[in-house]
């Protein structure tokens, strides 16, 4: 039986919004909504697909594609010279949404990002949607 359909296939396929920083016909990315630091965002393959080891070649292959370059864009747009990529996978591996994401988290100079335990606050929507525009223009 089909799994019942994840918040993240509702943001691709467009009943929710999300502020969005890339997508093509096979990946999407957009500012996570429980920010561990200013630019937090998630790729997401447009492929639903529960956890990474059951994702296909075409999929994986467009995710390892643009992580660089959409990590590129959002160093530059937070001033963050450091970074962390985690990927989760299952319940007790930290995952909360069953459709596979990278989160891209800048370490930014203040300290903020990535901490042992986990600590986030919720998004700033009116600066989230500046940020998102910011990373978009930053992608080369
Ligand atoms: P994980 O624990 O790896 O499954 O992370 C799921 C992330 O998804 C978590 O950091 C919060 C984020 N998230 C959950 N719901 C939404 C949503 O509706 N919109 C956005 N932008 N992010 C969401």
Do not use: W
Not at 97 to 121: A, C, E, M, Q
């Amino acid at each position: 039986m089909e799994d019942d359909k994840t918040i993240f296939s509702m943001i691709i396929d467009g009943e929710i919004p999300c502020h969005k920083v890339y997508e093509d016909d096979l990946v999407i990315a957009f500012l996570d909504i429980n920010p561990f630091s200013t630019g937090h965002t998630l790729v997401v393959p447009k492929e639903a697909s529960r956890t990474l080891d059951k994702l296909s070649d075409e999929s994986s292959g467009a995710l390892g594609r643009v992580l660089p370059r959409i990590s590129r864009a959002i160093l530059s747009a937070t001033g963050a010279e450091e970074f962390n990529i985690i990927q989760n996978n299952g319940p007790n591996a930290f995952q909360s949404v069953f459709h596979v994401h990278f989160h891209i988290i800048p370490k930014l100079k203040d300290g903020r990002g990535l901490t042992f335990p986990f600590r986030s606050s919720p998004i700033n929507h009116e600066e989230a949607e500046k940020l998102a525009e910011s990373i978009r223009e930053l992608l080369d």
